[in-house]
């Protein structure tokens, strides 16, 4: 057994593992944080994406003691002051998702993609930046467009402060 | 229509909730006392079971139970069954072989159950299924449904000689024949719709918990239907009895048709929990879905359509093999007969119609409905089969199909439908306007001045959605009604919970089906609730797959709020002095028409529960239920326009634009329809050019994970431009239609046929990988 330290969403945790514990396995069960979800089992879908140490990781590639000592922000702790973050308020407007699975992987990965990208996103390279997360529903075509305004959004927001 | 009644771009009600990783799925789960169930599989995908030796298993840390297949047989538990009955053109019942929810003594498909181990982990049980040693005696497999036909293939179940299922027939076999014979043209094909598998990213799940106290079952799982899982469960598998079993399908991460079916585990993880004592949860990893998740399609065909000299299509004739697998999964035996033959018009006036399908066993998987079931089949032939016809013709794509369409309504087809209404040729002139079809050889030869070849294909699809009027189905051999329930509860502060028995696994019925109440109350949407998924509320339901929850979902709801209004206007009528047919419901008041007489909604919702001043003999209370059977199917229709430019180095095709022109009747709300598109015709396009099931010639899955079968990514695909042509549905009350499944329909021979067009061959087959198109490309180079 492993001991875990993490800091989750702000908040400090703790907890005992099974050495070949995932991180998912140890947020979903050990903390409860059942938003963070598993779609495969060879790294490939994406909705397990997870922010550690400020940028996107599947979840499901990495062990919880790997992670210990980092912080890590899961979809739980995207939205602020229960203000949705502007991804996550795009993503319902432009209609982003549907049934709702891959929705917490997406959305992490988007955030991270959007900072990363410093607000110069078209629609080509949101297609090949999402290409490790897998949607059966959307066809995509509304993921793009939410992930586009909100960049836009950001963007602005962005300008507006400095 | 108002800012959020019918036709209104609401946003979900839904939404908050899964974009906060609040959803809550059936593996988010937990109960006290709850345990962990790994399954374990045959690794061959035939063989006799010599025996099971557990003991090792039993010894190890953390184990609670492991139960296999004579245990289960002995518990009476019963077998998996088909529930549509088919008869052969020789007058017997189709043959169905046995499917044991814990294989006893055979199995017949690499990762078919053979038992069960419970463990505190999932670690655990994963690793005692390992220590799990089962005596396999292998026989020889069979995995094409051609050669399983073939004299001397493998036998694979004793009910079934021959492996042959059935072999089913629809239409007038001598009177197209004939046509064929005195034809000016006959255009012959070859087409195989290439298996597939659904892969809904939530992953099946199940949690068993038995309560020997109450002796009561209850299920969680992920399903479209939890009504008729209980119904099956129960009338059949003898888990329990229907008062004995709850069954729960919380928030279900997608379906696609593949959680249509009760599956082993469910019932086995239910069994388990009584047999363990404690609660036992299961879910699948993705190489078990692809290995057990029911596939779809797999059909091999050969065609002839013949024409007068006119070019009108005079006859149709086709020949099916249909791949079952290894054992007849819920509905498998409907999708390529009735939900295939029945289509085989498409939008077309033909008048003589013959379908031959065989159906047939094989050692892979079971096969049963993959989103369109039975109707992509059908339209991938149609489409390629005209467009085929269109090139030896030399007459335009779009000019063949003019001729043939049909253009006044109710068409009576030679295959059982009656088509109520449509616009063929609205939807292709708006589709070839958006795609600019006239602007094509501009670009092709620019394209071609690139060294790139581009092409551009059309597909005309039309569907059977709204499934369906119960006695025509009866009479066709399908073992339920297919009528859906509603119950609109009123509360007595005015607020509304409506119980139906559709099921949302991405649908957004929390949003639509509010809007519905709101748009005849004139209250809003978010003081309307949707109850659904938990036997324990809602009365009765048959669920949601082929495109039925608008159509015939919403219309119990419609018939539901009849009842409501009828009595909340007696209420009123009564409170205000008023005549009742003076009253009128709306923007959340009662009003008496022509006066300035008005309630607001709550106070006779209120007045209702109080019972102190009612009509003379009224029961207090304001809840209705109702039951809705529809007068006849739906026929959503359309025409998609795909533009590709393939490279003829490296054979990629890459698509430049893809255009829906779709007739769905009238919108309840044109953002969730949009996306319902944008995600059939993305899986159409999966089929087209990206997915496809592989077994080996033993019968081993060789593509069973997201490494292996190419699901489309968001840099697969284009964005897409879509439009409508409603006509509305004559049939239903609120003119509907369905949208569920038209993209992955309508989709893939526009592609096919925009790749063919673009290398000057048709011979292609699905899925079109850079390999086969580039091959295909230089065999006319």
Request: glycine content about 10%.
């Amino acid at each position: 057994m492993a001991k875990v330290t993490l800091t989750v969403n702000g908040r400090s945790v703790s907890g005992e593992c099974e050495d070949r514990t995932l991180l998912v396995h140890f947020i979903r069960e050990k903390l409860g944080l059942t938003g963070t979800h598993v779609g495969c089992d060879t790294s490939q879908c994406g909705a397990c994406v997870v922010h550690m140490d400020g940028k996107s990781v599947k979840s499901c590639s990495i062990l919880a003691v790997q992670a210990s000592g980092s912080k890590i922000t899961t979809i739980e702790g995207l939205a602020a002051n229960g203000e949705l973050h502007p991804v996550q308020a795009s993503f319902k407007e432009h209609h982003g998702l549907q049934c709702g699975f891959c929705t917490p992987g997406m959305v992490m990965a988007s955030v991270d993609m959007i900072n990363r990208h410093g607000g110069k996103l078209d629609e080509k390279t949101v297609r090949s930046e999402l290409e490790g997360n897998i949607c059966r529903c959307t066809g995509y075509h509304n993921i793009v467009k939410a992930v586009l305004a909100a960049n836009a959004e950001m963007n602005a927001a962005k300008q507006a402060a400095e | 229509m108002g800012v959020e009644g019918i036709g209104a771009r609401v946003a979900r009600k839904e939404d908050k909730r899964f974009l906060t990783g609040k959803g809550r799925y059936t593996d988010d789960m937990v109960t006290p006392g709850m345990k962990y169930a790994y399954f374990v599989r045959s690794p061959h995908a035939h063989a006799k079971i010599k025996g099971i030796d557990a003991s090792a298993a039993l010894s190890m840390p953390g184990v609670i139970g492991v139960l296999d297949g004579k245990q289960l047989l002995a518990d009476g538990i019963g077998n998996l069954i088909c529930g549509w009955m088919i008869h052969s053109k020789d007058g017997s019942p189709m043959k169905m072989g046995a499917w044991r929810p814990l294989a006893a003594d055979t199995v017949r498909y690499v990762g078919d159950a053979v038992a069960i181990v419970v463990a505190d982990s999932l670690g655990e049980a994963r690793d005692a299924a390992e220590a799990v040693a089962v005596d396999y005696e292998e026989l020889p497999a069979v995995v094409e449904a051609v050669d399983a036909l073939k004299a001397g293939a493998p036998q694979i179940h004793p009910e079934a000689p021959d492996n042959q299922i059935f072999d089913w027939e629809l239409g007038d076999a001598a009177a197209t024949d004939k046509a064929i014979a005195e034809a000016a043209h006959v255009t012959e094909i070859e087409l195989h719709n290439n298996r597939l598998s659904p892969n809904a990213m939530e992953p099946r799940a199940t949690l068993g918990i038995y309560d020997a106290a109450e002796d009561h079952y209850t299920c969680y799982t992920t399903s479209q239907n939890p009504h008729v899982a209980r119904l099956v469960m129960s009338a059949f598998y003898n888990v329990a009895p229907e008062n004995k079993l709850r069954v729960i399908a919380p928030d279900v991460g997608g379906g696609f048709g593949s959680k249509i079916y009760i599956y082993p585990e469910e019932i086995v993880c239910l069994w388990a929990s009584k047999k363990t004592g404690v609660p036992v949860k299961w879910t699948a990893d993705r190489t078990e879905a692809f290995l057990t998740d029911a596939h779809g399609r797999d059909h091999v065909s050969k065609v002839k359509m013949a024409f007068d000299a006119q070019n009108r299509i005079t006859a149709l004739k086709v020949d099916t093999i249909a791949n079952l697998g290894a054992y007849m999964s819920l509905f498998s035996s409907c999708v390529p007969t009735y939900l295939y033959a029945t289509l085989l018009s498409g939008q077309y006036a033909i008048p003589a119609i013959h379908a031959n399908v065989r159906t047939v066993y094989t050692n892979t998987v079971p096969v049963d409905a993959y989103r369109g079931a039975g109707r992509p089949e059908a339209t991938y032939l149609l489409e390629r089969t005209v467009e085929t016809a269109a090139r030896e013709l030399g007459v335009s794509p779009a000019e063949l199909r003019r001729i043939n369409f049909v253009r006044t309504f109710p068409h009576q087809t030679p295959v059982i439908m009656n088509y109520d209404a449509g616009d063929y040729e609205a939807s292709l002139n708006a589709a070839m306007q958006q795609a600019d079809w006239d602007g094509f050889p501009s670009r092709k030869a620019e394209a071609a001045a690139r060294g790139m070849k581009r092409g551009i294909g059309m597909s005309c699809y039309i569907e059977a959605c709204g499934l369906a009027p119960s006695q025509a189905v009866g009479a066709l051999g399908a073992g339920v009604g297919l009528w859906e329930s509603a119950e609109v509860r009123v509360n007595a502060v005015g607020t509304i919970e409506v119980l139906t028995g559709s099921h949302s696994h991405g649908q957004g019925h929390e949003t639509t089906f509010a809007q519905l109440v709101a748009d005849r109350l004139g209250v809003p949407i978010d003081s309307v609730s949707i109850v659904h998924g938990d036997t324990d509320k809602v009365q009765m339901g048959m669920g949601t797959y082929g495109s039925r929850s608008g159509a015939v979902g919403m219309s119990a709801v419609v018939k539901a709020l009849d009842k409501v209004e009828a009595k909340a206007k007696k209420i009123a009528a009564h409170l205000m002095e008023a005549d009742e047919s003076d009253i009128v419901i709306e923007n959340g008041e009662v009003k008496v028409a022509g006066t300035d007489k008005s309630l607001p909604w709550f106070q006779v919702a209120l007045a209702s529960y109080t019972a102190h001043n009612l009509p003379a003999g009224m029961e207090p209370g304001l809840k209705e239920t109702a039951f809705y059977d529809p007068a006849n199917f739906t026929f959503p229709a359309g025409c998609y326009i795909c533009e590709v430019e393939v490279d003829p180095e490296t054979g990629k095709t890459e698509i430049v634009q893809f255009v829906a022109a779709d007739d769905f009747g009238n919108i309840i709300n044109p953002m969730i329809v949009e996306g319902q598109v944008h995600g059939g015709i993305a899986q159409g396009i999966g089929q087209a050019l990206l997915e496809g099931v592989h077994y080996d010639e033993s019968g081993q899955l060789l593509t069973a994970s997201f490494m292996d079968y190419t699901m489309p990514r968001a840099d697969d695909l284009p964005s897409f431009q879509l439009s409508h042509q409603n006509t509305p549905c004559p049939n239903n009350p609120l003119g509907v239609k369905g949208c569920g499944e038209a993209g992955a329909i309508g989709s893939p021979p526009a592609l096919i046929n925009a790749i063919t067009d673009a290398i000057g061959n048709n011979r292609l087959t699905m899925p079109a990988t850079p390999l086969k198109v580039w091959e295909a490309a230089q065999a006319t180079a």
